[in-house]
């Protein structure tokens, strides 16, 4: 089985929006992060998945934790907390610390920006 899903966020404050690909199948999970229409892609790489067990019916709460690499290094990390196709808990943490808060934006994938 192939999955992919594409996904666009934005910081409270409006001023970054990500863009944000995975892709996985049988034993592979990969995708990568983008920050304005013309930047690079950066490499993410999975490095945990916990699913949550709700009431029958309802679909699993998802907590996944992703690393950006540039340059063969591990730069930051990205956080993605979810249940079915509402992303709640989303954040990057830098090389340095920094946190940075994200939504999921309104608009999709294509009109991120």
């Known amino acids: 089985m192939f999955g992919v899903d594409y996904r666009c966020f934005v910081s409270p404050n409006g001023k970054i929006k990500i863009r944000m690909m995975w892709a996985s199948t049988v034993g592979w999970v990969g995708g990568y992060v983008q920050y304005g229409k013309n930047k690079d892609k950066i490499t993410i790489v999975q490095v945990n998945y916990e699913e949550e067990t709700n009431d029958e019916g309802r679909p699993y709460a998802v907590n996944s934790d992703w690393v950006e690499i540039i340059d063969g290094k591990v730069n930051g990390r990205y956080h993605f907390g979810y249940q079915g196709a509402n992303f709640d808990n989303v954040f ?11 939504s999921q ?9």
């Not at 990057?92 to 994200?102: L, P, Q, S, V």
């Not at 934006?105 to 920006?113: I, M, T, V």
């Open 105 to 113: 934006a309104l608009e999709n994938y294509e009109d991120c920006f």
């Open 92 to 102: 990057y943490i830098n090389a340095k610390g920094k946190k940075f808060d994200f």
